[in-house]
């Protein structure tokens, strides 16, 4: 097998592919290595999913016990799963959550979702009944600078492209739900403002599914007295948008639609706040997400079932794939595999605290990828160096893979370390990662799935299975009724190993309005910088004592949570100076190329 790599020019996003190949004639544009006397083509993560044998999602629906009549197509390989045929489920009892996490994430790569498809192929593999559940895409990386989220080789989800791109209008869904309530806002206060919001106090913004840094900040209503009254707002990406974080917690459309109206949207000159059902939006907000909220079935490589719903990221939200659908896969499957975005002090940190408390679930076991190559940048080691042998860089490196493994153990849920494998890797680098993970209790399994699908993988799925039979003493990091700001702390130290955490008087004087206003009992939900435990995205391996300044914080009393924002974080992503867009185009035949 042979490795190759792209980078993204100077985004500092460095995606390096173990490249199935396909023995074949090369194509002249077709990039191609010699393997002894054999021609060879590199295949890309798209090629081989152009490739790929689906089965109409009807027979993919019938694996899960699903008829026809309660899937919603749309197209040949994609459907939606009605919500009438969910909620006839309730009375089944459910299967195991399996959770996939990863080290901090570095331009090297880690594989998370890579891995989260290949262990569902694999558990379907060795004869169990498993689905997977993951996020969808978000427009704005998938032109920017991150790519997909489909997985690759030949652990991916098909249709990639359809996935990657429009998919089946959730995401615009959201957006159109989101600009509504915008809408209804400047209206009212346009015609004469019955419920005395302060304009001053607006806190809701605009969205939209694209990284655009000139946004963030702008001056609305300019224009005149017939545009209405001229005031400070922005726009968030989507994926940032509190309807996003709705869509993903709530469990029907009745708690949608409480949710939505539990939105505020500001505050009055006394501080009093106004609620999204206090514009009378909440109603067509949820006809908007009606479709939205039923799940999305599709099919890996190997024609296995996987619901992919929802997208909030987990840098600036909670980072996980809806409640439905997670709860929809436990009632039809034995086990179901599911993602935390980026890494275990983000993703999974809030899969636990927010997810897991919010729907009441208990994860078995968790698997946490990691990579040499991500290892050794986390221990110094410079990208154009990772190629060669250093068992050292991957030691050092290797402090980052025990802190997660630590804070892992906090929550009572067994825990197993997935290297995923890259053709650079030695054995004693390999083996120096085995040891880490044998000192911490816990134990590490080289996989394949990237370049042999689930065949790759069986020896991890056999070890998730032992994991999830044991009895789970699942718990989250802090109670309840501990202060907000006291969770932030939590938080910051138990899992950051954070030194002083700080925040300015106007952030602990809201929070402390918030609990008496009877939000004090929401979880928290950290925006922090994924390249580090620290809020300094260049502090990588394992930083103690560091401090942690909360600069700003937001109220998500639909979604149920406080947003607390650290660091240099955005809610709203700019373009790197390359984009991917640069690179994504219409080839011969009109297909689509550059996706990633």
């Known amino acids: 097998m042979l490795g190759w790599s792209i980078w993204c020019g100077s985004a ?90 990863a080290i901090n994430p570095t331009p090297a790569g880690e594989g998370k979702t890579t891995t989260t498809v290949g262990l569902g192929d694999g558990l379907n593999r060795i004869g169990k009944r498993a689905v997977i559940c993951i996020r969808e895409p978000s427009l704005g990386p998938c032109f920017g600078v991150k790519g997909g989220a489909a997985g690759g080789g030949y652990a991916q989800v098909v249709p990639m492209e359809e996935i990657n791109l429009h998919f089946t209008g959730d995401f615009h869904a959201i957006t159109s739900a989101h600009n509504l309530l915008s809408a209804l806002i400047d209206n009212h206060v346009y015609w004469g403002n019955e419920l005395g919001i302060d304009t001053r106090r607006i806190t809701w913004r605009r969205v939209m599914d694209m990284n655009d840094r000139a946004l963030r900040e702008i001056v609305s209503s300019l224009g005149g007295v017939s545009n209405g009254y001229p005031r400070e707002t922005g726009f968030d990406i989507t994926v940032a948008s509190e309807i996003m974080a709705i869509l993903c917690l709530a469990n029907d459309l009745a708690d949608l639609e409480q949710r939505l109206g539990n939105i505020i949207i500001g505050y009055r000159r006394d501080k009093s706040p106004v609620f999204a059902r206090d514009l009378k939006a909440d109603g067509a907000m949820t006809v908007l997400l009606k479709e939205a909220l039923q799940p999305n079935l599709v099919q890996t490589l190997e024609n296995n079932p996987a619901l992919v719903h929802g997208g909030p990221f987990a840098n600036i939200a909670h980072g996980c794939n809806s409640v439905v659908a997670t709860k929809t896969a436990l009632k039809l499957s034995d086990y179901v595999v599911t993602e935390a975005g980026f890494g275990a002090d983000l993703g999974a940190e809030k899969f636990f605290d927010i997810k897991c408390r919010k729907a009441g679930l208990t994860p078995s076991a968790v698997v946490l990828v990691a990579t040499v190559r991500a290892l050794k940048m986390n221990g110094g080691m410079a990208k154009e160096d990772l190629g060669q042998e250093n068992v050292e860089a991957v030691r050092l490196g290797a402090a980052n893979l025990a802190r997660h493994l630590e804070n892992l153990g906090k929550f009572g849920v067994p825990a197993v370390v997935a290297i995923n494998h890259f053709v650079s890797d030695t054995q004693a680098e390999v083996d120096c990662v085995k040891a880490v993970a044998t000192e911490l209790g816990s134990e590490a399994v080289l996989c394949h799935h990237w370049a042999k699908g689930s065949a790759g993988i069986e020896e991890l799925a056999h070890k998730v299975i032992q994991l999830a039979e044991k009895d789970s003493k699942f718990s989250t990091l802090y109670a309840d009724e501990l202060p907000l700001f006291t969770k932030v702390e939590t938080i910051a130290r138990e899992i950051y190993r954070a030194g002083a955490v700080t925040a300015d008087k106007a952030v602990r004087q809201q929070l402390a309005e918030w609990e008496m206003q009877g939000y004090g009992h929401l979880p928290v939900c950290m925006a922090k910088t994924q390249y580090s435990f620290s809020t300094d995205p260049t502090l990588r391996g394992a930083p103690v004592g560091h401090g942690v300044h909360v600069r700003e914080v937001r109220l998500s009393a639909g979604a149920g949570f406080v947003v607390a924002i650290t660091g240099e974080i955005m809610t709203m992503p700019g373009l790197p100076r390359s984009p991917s867009s640069e690179r994504i185009f219409l080839g011969q035949g009109g297909q689509i190329e550059g996706l990633f």
Request: charged share 30%; glycine share 6%.
């Open 12 to 101: 500092r996003r460095w995606k390096n592919r173990n490249r199935p190949l396909v023995t074949s004639v090369a194509e002249d544009d077709a990039p191609t290595k010699a393997l002894g006397e054999t021609q060879v083509t590199v295949a890309s993560d798209i090629e081989i999913a152009r490739a790929a044998r689906k089965l109409p999602i009807q027979t993919v629906g019938e694996k899960l016990g699903i008829d026809a009549d309660s899937l919603i197509p749309f197209g040949h390989d994609k459907a939606k799963i009605s919500a009438g045929f969910i909620d006839r489920l309730k009375d089944r009892p459910d299967g195991k959550l399996i959770l996939v996490t």
